[in-house]
């Protein structure tokens, strides 16, 4: 079946370093969503990818989805403490089904 | 607050009993979505809705989960003789279909602790 595999599983950086979160897929997706979750919280929406190649920044994060839709990054600059939380990437398959990596989880330190 | 709301947000149960929870979406959105979260891991498909009709199952659940959503608005998700296995993060998600433009807002999710 289809699966989204996610890596690292874990990441920890001294804030100011940069960070990486990388996705793959198993099959073409349609899009790709990132998602973070703070502990003890739910996942909040960050940004959709829709188109081949296709880059979009917010501030520190910039995301990237593969020329072939079937891979996706999400980088962070400067990393800060208020990032630490996991991260997911979700890609779209069949039928509206979203497929979630396993997360990356971020740990920042001071 | 116009976001999704789940209730209750912890249930504590004993092995083969019954439990139900509730999803109330944001309102103006049809498509709603089912996950379970276990620890370390992503959110798992489990069903998804289109106003009142369940348009897609995930094979990995069983039948002895079962999930309504009647009049198109909230939905509940029902697991009959609950296992230890079933423990875990009930998260409903809604979205407003729009082309490939779908954006899913999650509740704040359900915790089930089954003993």
């Known amino acids: 079946g289809q699966q989204v595999m996610q890596i690292p599983q874990y990441q920890h950086v001294q804030e100011g370093e940069d960070f990486t979160t990388y996705c793959n897929s198993s099959t073409t997706l349609s899009n790709i969503q990132w998602y973070k979750q703070r502990p003890g919280g739910h996942p909040v929406f960050l940004i959709q990818?829709?188109?081949?190649?296709e880059v979009k920044k917010q501030k520190r994060l910039t995301f990237q989805f593969g020329e072939a839709k079937k891979n996706s990054s999400l980088h962070i600059t400067a990393t800060q403490t208020t990032d630490v939380g996991t991260y997911f990437c979700a890609g779209r398959g069949n039928f509206n089904k979203f497929y979630f990596g396993s997360g990356t989880k971020l740990n920042v330190k001071p | 607050d116009t976001g999704v709301s789940q209730d209750p947000r912890h249930k504590i149960t004993k092995r083969g009993q019954n439990v139900t929870f509730r999803c109330d979406p944001i309102s103006e959105h049809n498509r709603l979505y089912w996950y379970r979260q276990t620890l370390g891991q992503g959110p798992e498909f489990l069903t998804y809705?289109?106003?009142?009709?369940?348009?897609?199952k995930s094979r990995l659940l069983s039948d002895r989960f079962s999930a309504e959503r009647p009049k198109g608005s909230f939905s509940t998700l029902e697991i009959q003789r609950t296992e230890q296995g079933d423990s875990a993060m009930y998260l409903c998600?809604?979205?407003?279909?729009?082309?490939?433009?779908?954006?899913?807002?999650f509740g704040p999710g359900t915790r089930l602790l089954v003993l």
């Open positions: 809705f289109q106003n009142e009709a369940q348009l897609e």
């Open positions: 998600a809604s979205s407003s279909p729009g082309s490939l433009k779908e954006t899913q807002y």
């Open positions: 990818l829709v188109k081949s190649g």
